[in-house]
């Protein structure tokens, strides 16, 4: 009790691979406990008993709850050690799922160490997505705008690009394509088979909000259509008409976060691939 | 037991926000039981009782262990009462940790859905950083260097590009500049004071390895001394010489992913903004 209440609220992350899994974790958790500032440590690639060392150093210095994932166990033996020496709480948010599934299917789990980035197939598949949605952003056709997963097309400022990394990120090859009033998209998109391709608005009010603000970033005063709230409302309008001629499904991401567009468009796509096997198997239908 | 033993191999991810956390918690165990074929099954933005339904109708035709993220505990319990009523185990990984907190801090988790996807401050500069890594890639300085949180400076082939976009999904401001034997770096990069510039370095083995898998996607026989060893070592010490002169820490990518490159330049970064601040508190040392 008395180690409890020496600890101040700070969050160690100890991991023997990237520490990946516990960031996320500890954004999704503290995310709930807003009026608290949490200061947050992440000790990564912890590999050794020295290391185990240093990484106690710390905690002893910013005394706080230790969240961890070990692939060897050896090591998290060793710190939970340390840590019961202090009464500090260690805990391992992965031990309750690797439970049961090892009660459940009666399975063993492997020991290897930050084998999620393992140099396999998978991952060369999620590098050649970010190289490709690098060389096609923005209305750049680098490569064959075919083998792209997704394309994204939308008016000026419905955060193309940034959902365009996101989903890089996850291994999603993704194009981006402005629609701008009065310039006809480019006709490979009217070619293209295996791409899913989404439309993205937004209301006028938004759009006009943040391209306001970014020509004051920019310190410019800019096309007044641009930011004119008629000719916005025109331009989606123009927009969402293309979109419903080709049967593009269409995103509206005035009140979503990118991480959020980026969910329904993964939604979208295992939806059509869903489809996609279903077909197969029956083909009669 | 019954029950238990119906279980296939099935995992089920069930949010009411993007997924996104108990992906990545999925990702880090199920690399742990790589002989066993285990089906993913994604329900992001799960957010009323009709939606519970219909997860449950895909968790019946396809039973296997369930793992979920709620911030709506009505939800959560709702979608408990129905696994239950199967016995199909229902694991939320985040609640030991909320629960430690609680019992360690005495405090009370606040139920915001997706908080994490927020749209504020954080967030922007995120898709700032995105814009900027964007804008910045493979030598292009199309903003001030001089705004980056990190420069990435590398021969050809050393994943300076992915491991950026990875950089820029966690919000850092990454520009990436090729080291070209004969060619001068950019001035702007002898003039910086605010990045952090790392050197990526990698064994000539392993870079012509890529390099000439690249040339054979690209169905190209290219210039020689891109695939020749000598010639692509002695491009690599020019390069050690001019990272050392500049004291740029140098990290060698060859038995990295881009995930752990990226761990080790935030790693490196931390410890630099902790150095920092030491120097603000003791301005004399």
Redesign the interface.
């Known amino acids: 009790m008395a180690a409890?209440n020496r600890?101040s609220?700070n969050i160690h992350m100890v991991s023997d691979?990237?520490?990946?899994?516990l960031s996320?974790?500890a954004?999704?958790?503290l995310?709930?406990?807003?009026d608290?500032p949490f200061k947050q440590f992440?000790h990564?690639?912890v590999r050794n008993k020295r290391q185990i060392d240093m990484v106690f150093d710390s905690i002893k210095q910013d005394p706080g709850?230790v969240?961890c994932?070990f692939?060897n166990s050896k090591l998290k033996n060793d710190l939970q050690i340390l840590c019961d020496s202090l009464s500090i709480?260690l805990?391992d948010?992965?031990e309750?799922?690797?439970k049961?599934?090892s009660n459940?299917?009666k399975?063993k789990?492997?020991?290897?160490i930050?084998?999620?980035?393992?140099?396999n197939t998978e991952?060369f598949e999620?590098?050649d997505a970010?190289?490709y949605?690098?060389a096609n952003?923005d209305g750049a056709i680098s490569e064959d705008l075919n083998i792209a997963d997704i394309i994204l097309v939308g008016v000026s400022r419905t955060?193309k690009?940034?959902t365009s990394?996101?989903l890089?990120?996850r291994g999603i090859k993704t194009a981006n394509i402005p629609f701008i009033d009065g310039i006809a998209l480019p006709d490979e998109i009217y070619n293209v088979r295996a791409p899913l391709i989404i439309g993205l608005i937004a209301t006028p009010e938004r759009i006009v909000q943040i391209r306001k603000n970014r020509l004051m970033a920019l310190n410019e005063s800019g096309d007044t259509n641009y930011i004119d709230k008629r000719s916005v409302s025109d331009e989606i309008i123009k927009a969402k008409k293309i979109f419903e001629k080709n049967n593009w499904p269409v995103i509206d991401v005035t009140r979503r976060?990118?991480?959020?567009t980026?969910?329904?468009i993964?939604?979208l796509l295992?939806q059509r691939k869903l489809k996609h096997n279903e077909n197969e198997n029956h083909p009669s239908i």
Not at 114 to 119: A, K, R, W
């Open positions: 409890k600890l609220h691979s990237t520490g990946e899994t996320t974790i954004k999704a958790v995310v709930q406990y807003k608290l992440m990564s690639l709850i969240l994932t692939s709480p805990i948010p992965l309750i799922v690797h049961s599934l459940i299917y399975i789990a492997d020991t290897i930050g084998g999620q980035h393992e140099l991952y999620r590098i970010m190289n949605t690098l952003d955060s690009t940034p990394i996101y890089a990120n976060s990118i991480e959020e980026a969910a329904e993964m939604s295992r």
